[in-house]
């Protein structure tokens, strides 16, 4: 199947069962994506959806029960682990605490046959790039978690990996450190052009940094699109929920505001708020959610709540008051069935 | 002050613990020394350095002492290889029956020595293996298993799997795995669970009482020597001799194990 851009990644029907054969639990359940060279993907969906299996099947710690994985277009079911040309960090970073940061960014190279002095240049030049020059002779345990996850990265990076994995490597650090590091890794990929395959549930991080999204739920991947498509234009009712950007209208809700019969989403940002009655929709307001930029307003309507998103330069309404609400025709996006 | 004297009371209730724990060491250093070679009097009627004299020159503790060191040595090369690969597997795979074989692992240490060494006997007379050298082996290596099994298998269990997936990921073979990662994290471990396994074996006397043929390994030479003496202070010089043998590596073991909890494995 000859294709117009190289796929570094591609599962091609990949299903991979767990347990008993008469009732499996089905982890990964006829996932087929391809993952394009050079860019960052991110596999976003809620715990046990599986994301980690997936990625675990990339590096080689996984095989499929049916179908195949293509690592540039090779078939990767007979090559171990060990001889992948992926890298992994892993989500508790993993590092080896008997031996120093140096020693464990240039564990790849030493295993590779690379002599003592050559390995060690390239350890540093690693812990330069991750901000860590000068703390190549700690031990992992006197170094804090941002830390240690910036080793686990360098010692990924130094093997200079085709493609990357990243299974939620950000999970356990703080809100801050968290967003400085999404700023840093997102950076990095862009210089170096390397694949990154970034496993969260962070629907936020995975829409800011990802240039690719697919979007998981019970082992098969529900939508894939830019962070775009999947924010603004959410496939099924779980994308909408799950993203949490759209509100979503039933059929009857929709129709009798105006709209087709059919589930549909509708994004806050779109929703204005009107007189009574002068809106596609009447309701009360229900609660109110100030969000600094933004307040989150929530109106009770007889088909169900809308929550509109109102910037802080706009009055509020009070708790309890009766209002309209009014988006533009094209604001909603019909959404498949009724899943 | 009331305050003052309950700790006081305890104070002297440690050392007349402690005294009544270690004084009769001390007894058996002090006869190896006496000059009185028929029984034992108090206090000694004089000293002399002479039984250390006739002690070298005895062959039968040489011998004695050589079966106890290669007796130790091998059942703790074995308990090294058999134990560390029970920890492995009990602490890295899931398979079918892992309580089971946990308490089967163990069960030789709860056991008395004495149903071991009947069992282990009663094994032997049936696959009519001939007492000798490689059965006090074999009787040893059932309790040396569990010393180093005991030691290794909490470290194993510290060893996460995705540090050894880590270093797959890395390139490293299984090989490379288990000398670079494994290894050095169950190293002092190992030595530890060593010592003890050797200090044990070299001291044993029930198991081996059921297992050895004609030979002696250095207790029961003692226990023989009690039972029938020829020159009495010979024995309390054997007796040091073992209490330093088995003594040392115990500390040693001891000091290793606590240095080594505390840095998580990062002690060589
Ligand atoms: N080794 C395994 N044995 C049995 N079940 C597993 C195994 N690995 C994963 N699973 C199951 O597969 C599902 C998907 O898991 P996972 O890929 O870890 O999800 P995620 O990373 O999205 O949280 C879960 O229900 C999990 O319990
Ligand atoms: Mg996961």
Same mark, same amino acid.
């Given at each position: ?107 790849? /190279? ?202 802080? &330069? ?26 | ?22 004084? /009769? ?67 890295? &795979? ?175």
């Amino acid at each position: 199947m000859p294709l117009a851009t190289p796929l570094a990644v591609e599962f091609d029907n990949v299903t991979r069962h767990f347990g008993p054969a008469g009732a499996p639990v089905r982890a990964v359940d006829g996932v087929s994506v391809g993952i394009t060279e050079g860019c960052f993907f991110a596999m976003l969906g809620p715990s046990g959806s599986g994301k980690t299996t997936c990625l675990r099947l990339i590096s080689g710690f996984e095989r499929p029960t049916s179908g195949h994985i293509r690592i540039f277009g090779q078939n990767s079911e007979a090559i171990p682990p060990n001889r992948r040309p992926v890298n992994t960090v892993f989500q508790d970073y993993a590092l080896f605490p008997h031996l120093t940061v140096r020693d464990n960014v240039a564990y790849g /190279p030493r295993m590779a046959g690379v002599d003592r002095r050559t390995r060690h240049a390239a350890a540093e030049e690693m812990l330069a790039l991750v901000k860590l020059s000068g703390y190549g002779d700690r031990k992992p345990a006197a170094l804090s978690g941002g830390q240690r996850q910036r080793v686990a990265l360098a010692r990924a990076l130094v093997n200079r990996p085709r493609v990357l994995l990243l299974d939620e490597p950000l999970g356990a650090l703080d809100l801050k450190l968290r967003e400085a590091m999404q700023e840093e890794l997102k950076s990095l990929q862009q210089s170096l052009g390397i694949t990154f395959v970034f496993v969260t549930h962070d629907q936020g991080e995975a829409l800011s940094m990802a240039d690719r999204v697919a979007v998981f739920n019970d082992g098969k991947i529900v939508q894939e699109g830019t962070p775009q498509d999947i924010y603004e234009r959410p496939r099924t009712r779980f994308v909408a929920d799950f993203v949490g950007s759209a509100n979503v209208l039933s059929p009857e809700l929709s129709a009798r505001a105006g709209g087709p019969a059919r589930w549909t989403s509708l994004r806050g940002e779109a929703v204005a708020l009107t007189a009574p009655g002068a809106g596609r929709i009447t309701g009360t307001v229900r609660s109110l959610r100030y969000m600094g930029a933004v307040t989150r307003v929530t109106v009770a309507t007889p088909g169900g709540d809308l929550t509109a998103t109102v910037p802080a &330069a706009l009055p509020l309404p009070a708790q309890g008051a009766t209002v309209g609400l009014h988006w533009p025709a094209d604001a909603l996006h019909e959404m498949e069935g009724g899943a | 002050m009331r305050s003052d004297r309950a700790p006081l009371g305890l104070r002297i209730a440690a050392f007349a613990g402690l005294a009544f724990l270690h004084l /009769p060491i001390l007894l058996i250093f002090v006869y190896a020394f006496t000059t009185e070679d028929k029984s034992y009097q108090w206090p000694p009627p004089g000293f002399t350095t002479h039984w250390l004299g006739v002690t070298w020159n005895r062959p039968d503790v040489w011998e004695a002492l050589s079966l106890s060191l290669r007796v130790a040595a091998i059942s703790t090369c074995i308990a090294l290889i058999l134990g560390t690969l029970a920890a492995a597997a009990v602490s890295r &795979a899931a398979f079918w029956g892992r309580e089971a074989v946990t308490l089967l692992v163990i069960l030789p240490i709860a056991l008395p020595g004495i149903i071991t060494g009947i069992a282990l006997r009663s094994a032997f007379n049936l696959g009519e293996i001939p007492f000798s050298t490689l059965t006090i082996v074999l009787g040893h290596a059932t309790f040396c298993i569990v010393v180093v099994y005991n030691n290794t298998v909490a470290r194993f269990r510290r060893i996460s799997g995705s540090m050894l997936e880590a270093s797959a990921d890395l390139g490293a073979n299984g090989f490379q795995t288990f000398a670079h990662v494994v290894l050095p994290n169950i190293a002092t471990a190992l030595l530890a669970g060593g010592m003890l396994a050797f200090a044990l074996s070299f001291d044993e006397v029930i198991v081996t009482t059921f297992t050895a043929g004609q030979q002696a390994t250095l207790p029961i030479w003692m226990l023989e020597e009690l039972v029938r003496p020829r020159q009495r202070p010979v024995t309390n010089v054997v007796a040091m001799v073992v209490v330093i043998v088995t003594a040392l590596p115990i500390l040693a073991a001891y000091y290793l194990t606590r240095g080594g909890t505390d840095t998580a494995g990062s002690g060589k």
